[in-house]
């Protein structure tokens, strides 16, 4: 298999920075690998998932697959050819129009009958997507875990990972459950993972995320300038922005919902206590935006659990940070969950330029929020944070 220094180099601007493709990249990687956490896989299979190898079996096979899908994302006769004849070549196939298009193609001639690669298929197509509830903590991405389950029970470890690829492409990075991605961190780095298999279907760029070394750098004096309070309803968790994460020295985990660069991970901390949760804040791009605030506020819970001060972050701590810290706020100190929103967000220095977020924190507690800048704020939107200039 040709290595990541070989990946092709790419304009910076070739994938918008909200393309679906780079969640659908990542979660069919970390799906396998994660996957193989969820069963009980033992960690040198787990290390195989992360060590592609063309001629290998196992775990490194269904690598080897994964990157030649990543690496053919537009070229279908491309993977043909890098897999040839054989079980695995309509299982490849599959992978790579799930990563291309987000949905998982009917299995049809040529599909093997029998082996991992024909149980995990029926069980990501035809395990049920449960309807959204966020009310009722019900999410259509937990059919990934659901198929996960259904094609172990049916032939096993390996099946199992591999219809966790297969599901991590269709509901991408986004639609993994923390709580896995903390235990792959015992044996992989989740975040150096989901690097790798962005610039593998990507191809190379290294001015941009996720390989410059550090990210935001020049964005606006909010990022640039550290941020950081105590969480008006739990003064373990602090409120900050990425440049307050880089300099940080007194918190014990972190969990992130921004994009973050390739050096910028606080690696004097362990890998579980070091959570990088896929977020974006822009209207309409995150398909599984209520799971992902769910996810990122136990996480925050969790960590509190162990005793640990945690750092809640994303770049600016203006609009995903007060989302989840809000709906960790109902969750582990009872706040009703408008009054959270109109707590937090002025305690930021925040905003509601993506109403969305709100929104989603409030669905999760049956509220509905059809307007949360009037609602929350009739007075008028709170003032916002400013940072001094350069």
């Not at 987000?102 to 990501?124: L, Q």
């Not at 940080?248 to 990088?276: F, H, K, M, Y």
């Amino acid at each position: 298999m040709p290595s990541e220094s070989q990946a092709p180099t790419v304009s910076a601007n070739l994938w918008d920075d909200d393309d679906p493709r780079h969640d659908r990249a990542a979660g069919a990687w970390l799906g396998a690998a994660a996957v193989a956490c969820i069963v009980g896989a033992s960690a040198p299979v787990v290390k195989e998932i992360a060590r592609p190898d063309g001629g290998g079996t196992g775990p490194a096979l269904l690598s080897w697959l994964v990157v030649t899908a990543l690496r053919h994302l537009d070229d279908p006769g491309g993977v043909a050819a890098a897999v040839g004849a054989g079980p695995h070549r309509s299982w490849a196939l599959a992978l790579r129009s799930t990563l291309a298009e987000g949905r998982v193609p009917a299995a049809g001639e040529g599909t093997p009958e029998s082996g991992p690669e024909a149980v995990s298929r029926w069980a990501v197509e035809c395990t049920p997507v449960p309807p959204l509830d966020p009310a009722r903590g019900v999410f259509p991405c937990a059919q990934l875990v659901d198929a996960v389950r259904s094609a172990h029970a049916a032939s096993g470890e390996e099946a199992a990972m591999y219809a966790g690829a297969l599901a991590g492409a269709r509901w991408g990075l986004s639609g993994i459950p923390l709580r896995a991605q903390r235990r792959l961190a015992d044996t992989i780095d989740p975040g150096s993972l989901v690097r790798r298999a962005v610039v593998t279907a990507r191809g190379s760029a290294a001015s941009v995320w996720p390989e410059q070394p550090h990210h935001h750098l020049k964005g606006s004096p909010c990022i640039r300038h550290p941020f950081g309070i105590e969480h008006p309803h739990d003064p373990g968790v602090t409120l900050g922005n990425l440049s307050y994460m880089r300099s940080a020295s007194d918190i014990g985990a972190v969990v992130t919902l921004c994009r973050i660069g390739a050096q910028d991970p606080l690696t004097r901390l362990p890998g579980r206590d070091r959570i990088e949760v896929w977020l974006a804040d822009t209207e309409g791009v995150n398909p599984n935006l209520h799971f992902v605030i769910d996810e990122a506020a136990r996480a925050v819970a969790a960590l509190r659990s162990e005793g640990k001060r945690v750092l809640l972050h994303c770049a600016a701590g203006q609009s995903r940070t007060p989302a989840v810290a809000a709906h960790y706020a109902v969750l582990s100190r009872g706040v009703d969950v408008v009054e959270a929103l109109r707590t937090i967000i002025p305690a930021v220095g925040g905003h509601l330029d993506t109403p969305e977020l709100s929104r989603a924190t409030a669905a999760l507690h049956g509220v509905e929020l059809a307007d949360p800048l009037r609602e929350l704020f009739p007075g008028g939107p709170p003032q916002r944070r400013r940072a001094p200039r350069d």
